[in-house]
């Protein structure tokens, strides 16, 4: 199961964080421990962690153990990318075939990949569009912004891009590459992006001076 279909049921920042932690815990302690008595423990640490999610979710105990054992070394938190892309004062946003909502295009960042790179690929693989990165514009915690739970800690850059090509076409992902006005946003995938961020880009459209937002 991926851990992109992980849905909130229940929304409490304090069981999310502590979840979080211990499963940071347990994977760092998997990852460098050579005892085997250690090892269990963590291992029982990691199913603690679970047991919390599944207390708050619509996942089973043993699905939450399933996508924390998908991970391996030391946890740090993920990176995900967003494209924020304007053309005649409206914002791009795409439609994620997975739950129906809208999104600004983007992903996760690959490993040897530069975050502005990894962006532009996300534009183009969702929207159509050929892109270049042009700004950092934020730097947010995800559990800090009003998105649904999930089960591991993520960093969320946004990247103000510009249009140099492309046009609008469907991925096996995503599907109806459109601009919106900021009175006409369409409701959003929230795991992904929120209607606040968007309102705050369109600020930085009007102001666009204006300083790199960040946690």
């Not at 270049?132 to 998105?147: E, F, I, P, S, T």
């Not at 609008?168 to 995938?189: G, H, K, R, Y």
Request: aromatic share 10%; net charge negative; glycine share 6%.
């Amino acid at each position: 199961m991926k851990a992109a279909e992980f849905n909130q049921i229940n929304r409490h920042p304090g069981w999310l964080e502590w979840a979080q932690k211990l499963q940071s815990i347990a994977q760092n302690g998997l990852n460098y421990s050579s005892n085997p008595y250690d090892k269990l423990r963590y291992e029982e640490v990691n199913r603690i962690a679970a047991q919390i999610l599944s207390a708050h979710t619509n996942l089973s105990e043993d699905q939450v153990v399933e996508i924390f054992d998908s991970q391996a070394g030391y946890a740090t938190p993920k990176v995900d990318v967003r494209g924020v892309v304007f053309l005649n004062g409206n914002i791009l946003l795409v439609k994620e075939l997975s739950d129906g909502g809208w999104t600004l295009p983007g992903g996760w960042v690959d490993v040897g990949e530069p975050p502005s790179r990894a962006v532009e690929r996300e534009v183009f693989e969702e929207s159509g569009f050929i892109v270049q990165a042009d700004k950092l514009l934020a730097v947010y915690d995800r559990n800090l912004h009003g998105h649904p739970a999930h089960p591991f800690h993520i960093y969320k850059l946004f990247f103000r891009c510009i249009i140099t090509g492309g046009a609008p076409a469907d991925s096996i992902e995503t599907a109806q590459a459109s601009f919106f006005p900021e009175n006409e946003i369409p409701p959003l995938s929230t795991g992904r992006t929120t209607h606040q961020q968007i309102l705050r880009f369109f600020q930085h459209l009007r102001n666009p001076d204006e300083p790199t937002d960040f946690d």
